[in-house]
Every structure is written in C-alpha cells, then in structure tokens.
C-alpha cells in the first residue's frame, strides 16, 4: 500500500482528503504542522521505509510548504510532492519546480482533480513494476524508480528552430529523467522562451514523475498571458493514448509519429 503524507492547518481539508485517499487504497499519515511532517518523513526515510508521496499546503504557521519541500531536497529526498495553492501564479509555480515539486493544485480544488494528480503520481502497478491499466489517470508508465532502463546524462537534447526550442530525448523518459526535463524547462521559462516541442520520437515509455512534470508545466503555462506554444511530436499511438487519459492532450498539441 502507497504511503502518503498529508500536511495542510486547515482541520477540515485533513479530515475530506484523507478519508478520500484512504477510500482510494492509500495509507495516509496527516498533521496540520509542517515541522512535524518533516520530523516523520525523514524518520521514515531513515528507517528504511519512506513515504512514496508527499500532498502540503503552501500557506503555513512555523514553516510554509516552500520550506517544507526545500529542507528535504537539502536533505537529498526524491519524495515526490504536490503543492496546494492558494493560486499559482507563474512565478509561484517555477519556484516550486526549481525545489523538485512534481505538482500542484490550486483551491478551491475538486477531489476527482487531486485524486487524478496522486494516481499519476502513483500508479497502480503489480508487483513486477510492469505496466499499469490504461485507463488510469497516470498510464503509460515506465520503470520504477532506479530501474536498468535509467539513461545517461545526455538523454535529453535541445535545438532551436524558427523561435521554436526542441527538446528530444535518446530513449525512455525515466524517473532519473525527471529532475533534468524540469530544470531544462524551468532554465527555458527563465529565459523568456515561450515555443516549445518535445519529441518523443525515441520514447516507448514514460515514469510517472517525467507524466507530472510535463502536467504540472502545461498547467501553468495554460493560464498565462497568450504566447506559449506547447507541443508534443512523434508521440507512438500508445502514448497518445496515455496522455489522452491523464489530459495532456488538452494541454499540448500532440502529432503522431509518421501524423501531423
């Protein structure tokens, strides 16, 4: 069972998010205090065995998320995060993605949304970290995290063309992928660029992380002043697929390989 630590100091969302989880299958530990949450999580991490993801609010007494998620990158944590927001704007967003968060949500938010965002983040798997159903929100994944398919540093390449920058990769999008797909864009937000292509055309099978850090940027970037362009070329059928599921596709303009 998935593990999940929740952090918010309002009662009443820890009571509706965690029975909801819960109902979900996921095992949920949630505190109102973020210096608590940091206590358990490396606690746990120390212990040998960690949380698998981390939900926090961002607006906080004693220590705000941005702090919370800040003290475990310092302490070399991967734990994958989704921020609540209060709302996040642009420069919101990017500094929660220079510190490594996988997500976020804004509130009000629905707990159908949440749950899609925890379910691409942890998807269901058998034992053997094949792939999931692909009819679930995160599908489409590939292997778990520090698997053998992880690639080497120069994984990922970026062109320019026309205004437009290219980011390809040299194989499957793995969850060691992650960390470099997001500061590469990040690093292209910081300077101004606003046309970007991925190109999958090399890519078989995406992590979870590599899913949420393509969400989380297309999210953000959806909402912004007209100008950004995002779009994702030679994508196999069955990624198609995938990104249909998670809602990609209403985020990027997606070609098929050998399409338009």
């Known amino acids: ?12 969302i820890l009571k509706i998010v965690t029975v909801t989880l819960e109902k979900n299958g996921y095992e949920v530990t949630s505190t109102p205090k973020s210096t608590e949450a940091l206590s358990s999580l490396m606690e746990a991490k120390s212990s040998g065995h960690p949380f698998d993801l981390l939900i926090t609010d961002l607006q906080m007494p004693e220590m705000t998320g941005f702090e919370l998620i800040e003290a475990l990158t310092k302490h070399s944590s991967t734990l994958p995060t989704i921020a609540i927001t209060g709302y996040g704007s642009k420069e919101a967003v990017i500094q929660l993605m220079h510190l490594g968060c996988a997500d976020y949500i804004d509130k009000p938010f629905e707990m159908k949304s949440l749950l899609g965002r925890v379910k691409a983040l942890l998807p269901n798997d058998d034992s053997n970290g094949s792939k999931v159903d692909a009819d679930e929100p995160g599908a489409g994944v590939a292997s778990s995290p520090g698997g053998d398919n992880e690639q080497e540093d120069d994984a990922i390449g970026i062109s320019d063309e026309n205004g437009w920058k290219t980011i390809s990769f040299a194989g499957d999008m793995t969850y060691g992928m992650a960390t470099k797909l997001r500061l590469c864009l990040v690093d292209m937000l910081d300077n101004d660029v606003k046309q970007f292509i991925l190109d999958l055309g090399k890519v078989k099978k995406i992590d979870p992380l590599c899913l949420s850090v393509l969400l989380c940027f297309g999210r953000m970037l959806s909402r912004e002043s007209p100008g950004y362009n995002l779009k994702i ?9 995938f990104f249909h599921n998670a809602g990609i596709d209403e985020l990027y303009r997606i070609a098929v390989a050998g399409g338009k």
């Open 1 to 12: 069972m998935k593990r999940i630590m929740l952090v918010d100091d309002e009662p009443q």
């Open 233 to 241: 070329s030679n994508a196999n059928e069955e990624i198609v697929h």
